[in-house]
């Protein structure tokens, strides 16, 4: 079976992560018709630098890269921890596996191991979004135990 391990991201790591991060945010969001081709990269930036004002750095966010048994870069995740009453919640704003790794069990390697790191953190409870034209994350979400909690539609006429 696959293994996976989580490293905190380096600077250089960081940087190719949110190069990559913002270009694949607002493509989803052009995907899905939330925005428009023109203004989606000024947005996605403007939401990472909202959510990583320190970035790698920034308080309770806590970015990872991934890697194989062999030790192989496969890809990122990272998640934020915040309070609500008096529970810690962990939400999840990115999860990439590189292409060349899917469908090989590191997926679900990593989700299981991101639990791990968050129970650390005294975690009780992960949420993430999918967006709905991605079939195979939302597969891999439910199949590790994830509930559909809300669903947005849309009509476009």
């Known amino acids: 079976?696959?293994?996976?391990?989580?490293?905190?991201?380096?600077?250089?790591?960081?940087?190719?992560?949110?190069?990559?991060?913002?270009?694949?945010?607002?493509?989803?969001?052009?995907?899905?018709?939330?925005?428009?081709?023109?203004?989606?990269l000024a947005k996605s930036e403007a939401q990472f630098k909202e959510l990583l004002p320190e970035g790698r750095n920034s308080k309770n966010n806590y970015l990872f890269s991934i890697f194989n048994d062999s030790n192989l870069y496969i890809g990122n995740i990272w998640f934020a921890v915040t309070e609500r009453g008096s529970e810690r919640h962990a939400f999840i704003y990115d999860f990439r596996i590189l292409d060349e790794f899917h469908r090989k069990g590191y997926g679900t390697q990593a989700m299981i191991?991101?639990?791990?790191?968050?129970?650390?953190?005294?975690?009780?409870?992960?949420?993430?979004?999918?967006?709905?034209?991605?079939?195979?994350?939302?597969?891999?979400?439910?199949?590790?135990?994830?509930?559909?909690?809300?669903?947005?539609?849309t009509k476009n006429l």
Do not use: C
């Open 1 to 40: 079976m696959a293994q996976v391990h989580l490293v905190p991201m380096t600077q250089a790591e960081y940087d190719t992560f949110l190069a990559h991060a913002i270009e694949d945010y607002a493509g989803e969001h052009v995907k899905a018709g939330n925005w428009s081709a023109g203004e989606a």
């Open 113 to 153: 191991a991101v639990e791990h790191a968050a129970r650390k953190l005294g975690v009780s409870a992960i949420s993430l979004h999918v967006f709905g034209h991605n079939h195979a994350a939302r597969n891999l979400y439910e199949k590790v135990g994830y509930l559909v909690t809300d669903i947005q539609m």
